[in-house]
């Protein structure tokens, strides 16, 4: 479920690669996802702090590499997308091989 | 056994850090496997940060790209068995996707290992005598030549022993393996350059002086990123004896006055404009006065030794052109479009080098999938003595096909996909992989080729509008070797889109000139119409023979923006 949307501020989500098998992958109210869809949302500065704190403590017990915040918007049924071209081709895949990446993995035809 | 075992006699002839296939090389490339796989082992336990692992994953070739790690295998100087392609495609269906993508360097690269997988992929490449190591990294990356060594009509000499030398004598090289930036050398042995000599740090071409003595021509200061230059005459005649010793010397200097303060500055091709060439010439002159050169004393014996791994294949005795190949040639328009495009002149009569297009109309340029991989080691069996090359042009070279099997290697080519008869023409694009897959890149690169290689698909036209070099690069970096390309193209970020701008007159060859600015930067959406009109205004004003970098020479980068402007009134942005 969203939240109200506040002018001032753009939600954002936590990426990183995960070590062992270099994957995106993003964080979520359990711990590290694959999905998208399951990240948690950042609303405010109090809860982007959150998100900062989980990824350098994941970067320091070397579970993650590289995590950092990233901009997203997101729809009337809460799903995020990154604001960033770049970071849509990270969540999604090569734009020019769908059936690679994470698109072709949450069709069921990728193996991560 | 290992390298340092006390059983071994010592090698031969050898310098300090020589490298070679032999049990001493294989025994290191295994040592380094290991030792890779225990870093990786410490990593995933945590034993290792990664601010600590970085330089070990770079090392062999490592990266962490944007959606999964990045392995890139070295082929030095492109030379390839058909025994090591299929190892290639094993590796790709094992551990990766099926498939890999050929760079501009002369490397393989596998876009999704998985880091616990790595050490076992690079014990697969070590059982065919290949390796990543050097591959990254701010030291003497893979060296580089000419992809018809051996074989073209023009060649004076065969680059690869050479390059051999070099490759034995940077592998491991301590005092160079933490030099300011990564250092590239590239060599050739031909009265044309195929090995873009002119934008490596260091390019040499193999040239015989009045006295009829082989020796080399020293270019230095060459490269493209962010800020392109053409590479400089260091010396005009550097005799065979003196190589070894005078790159340790050039490379000192380098490693010594290279900026380490800004990474942006701190190539060789900067340190030579800003320190001045002369100046340079004479640091290098004073550090090969004054070295200890024993260690790097030519060693005849050493040159046949490794001259006879490049020995030619026993070639058959036959007539210089095959009465059977012009008779398909006029029987088959499509065949004939391939052998007028594809194929190449050999200095051995009845045979032929066939160029094996990694572009398809629409497709990836570089990318070959495990199944093309195998067929073209098939073809090599097949046809060519086992042998392939991988060019820097991103394409399969195939050099020694009898011109009696052109039809029947073109045919079993076509069954593989591998049959584009577009070798030189427009649609052979060079690409980075770009944002679709690069962690640096600020524009994706490769559906800007295809979106290209669509427009112009029509192959009878491709040959109509000649030799036409399109270079594409996602980011400054200038992988895709943008600059030097007859219209180079750079994918850059502008206000939150990818924008790209366009460059004209860019040539790798020994004419190498850097590309001139089109104007502001077009949409993704733009650039084919940006393209077409180009040619469209080549086309119209060009004269008999001339190619497009000749026509733009002639009439000037003037003329060309202006057409390009008149096309912007009705849209294309520019």
């Known amino acids: ?112 | 056994m290992t390298a340092h075992d006390p059983a071994l006699p010592p090698r031969p002839n050898s310098a300090p850090t020589i490298y070679a296939y032999d049990e001493y090389d294989r025994a290191f490339v295994r040592e380094r496997v290991a030792e890779f796989r225990g870093q990786v082992e410490r990593r995933l336990a945590g034993a290792l940060t990664e601010e600590e692992f970085r330089p070990f994953r770079l090392m062999n070739g490592l990266y962490l790209q944007l959606h999964a790690y990045m392995l890139r295998v070295a082929i030095p100087y492109g030379s390839l068995t058909s025994r090591q392609m299929r190892q290639l495609a094993y590796i790709a269906d094992k551990w990766d996707k099926g498939y890999g993508h050929f760079t501009t360097r002369q490397n393989l690269q596998y876009n999704w290992p998985k880091l616990v997988d790595v050490p076992d992929i690079l014990e697969a490449l070590a059982d065919v005598d290949m390796h990543a190591i050097q591959t990254s990294g701010n030291c003497i990356r893979n060296v580089t030549a000419d992809h018809f060594a051996g074989v073209a009509a023009d060649e004076l000499e065969d680059p690869r022993p050479t390059a051999e030398f070099l490759r034995q004598w940077s592998s491991a090289h301590a005092e160079f393996s933490f030099l300011p930036r990564k250092f590239k050398i590239a060599v050739s042995g031909a009265e044309h350059d195929r090995a873009a000599i002119k934008i490596h740090d260091i390019g040499l071409r193999i040239v015989k002086n009045a006295e009829g003595a082989i020796g080399y021509e020293v270019i230095v200061g060459g490269g493209l990123g962010r800020t392109p230059f053409v590479g400089k005459l260091l010396r005009e005649f550097l005799p065979r004896a003196d190589l070894l010793a005078y790159l340790e010397a050039i490379l000192r200097v380098y490693n010594r006055f290279g900026r380490r303060d800004n990474k942006y500055k701190a190539r060789i091709k900067i340190l030579v404009h800003e320190t001045g060439l002369d100046e340079i010439r004479a640091q290098v002159e004073a550090e090969h006065s004054a070295m200890d050169r024993a260690p790097f004393a030519y060693d005849a014996q050493e040159l046949e030794r490794v001259a006879a791994a490049f020995a030619p294949p026993a070639y058959e005795s036959l007539p210089a052109h095959s009465d059977g190949f012009e008779k398909a040639k006029a029987e088959n328009a499509e065949f004939a479009a391939f052998a007028a495009v594809n194929v190449a002149p050999h200095k051995v009569p009845g045979y032929a080098i066939v160029t094996v297009s990694l572009k398809p109309i629409g497709g990836i340029p570089g990318d070959a999938t495990s199944a093309q991989m195998r067929a073209l080691a098939d073809a090599a069996d097949t046809y060519g003595f086992g042998e392939l090359r991988v060019s820097h042009e991103q394409n399969i070279i195939l050099p020694h096909v009898k011109q009696d099997d052109l039809l029947a290697l073109w045919r079993d080519l076509a069954a593989a996909g591998l049959s584009t008869a577009n070798a030189g023409l427009i649609s052979d694009i060079i690409s980075c992989p770009g944002l679709d897959y690069c962690a640096l890149a600020t524009a994706r690169s490769i559906p800007i080729a295809q979106a290209i290689s669509q427009r112009f698909a029509d192959l009878e036209r491709q040959r109509l509008i000649g030799t036409l070099g399109i270079k594409i690069s996602g980011c400054i970096n200038a992988c895709g070797h943008h600059h030097v390309g007859a219209i180079g193209i750079l994918g850059l970020e502008k206000k939150g889109v990818e924008s790209y701008q366009i460059t004209l007159g860019g040539d790798p060859t020994l004419s190498a000139s850097i590309g001139e600015l089109l104007g502001p930067g077009v949409s993704a959406e733009e650039v084919p119409d940006v393209i077409e009109s180009l040619v469209q205004f080549y086309l119209a004003e060009r004269r008999d023979g001339e190619a497009f970098i000749d026509t733009w020479r002639r009439l000037g980068h003037k003329r060309f923006k202006e057409s390009a402007r008149r096309e912007g009134e009705d849209g294309s942005g520019i």
């Open chain 1, 1 to 112: 479920m969203t939240r109200p949307a506040n002018p001032k501020f753009s939600p954002k989500i936590l990426l990183a690669s995960d070590l062992a098998e270099g994957d995106v992958v993003f964080w979520g109210q359990d711990g590290w996802e694959r999905d998208l869809l399951r990240a948690k949302i950042a609303y405010d500065e109090a809860e982007v702090a959150t998100l900062d704190a989980a990824g350098k403590a994941a970067i320091a017990a070397n579970r993650v590499v590289d995590a950092y915040l990233v901009d997203v918007t997101v729809d009337a049924a809460g799903a995020p997308a990154p604001s960033h071209f770049r970071e849509k081709f990270r969540a999604a895949g090569p734009s020019v091989r769908r059936d690679l990446g994470k698109q072709a993995w949450l069709q069921g035809a990728g193996n991560r």
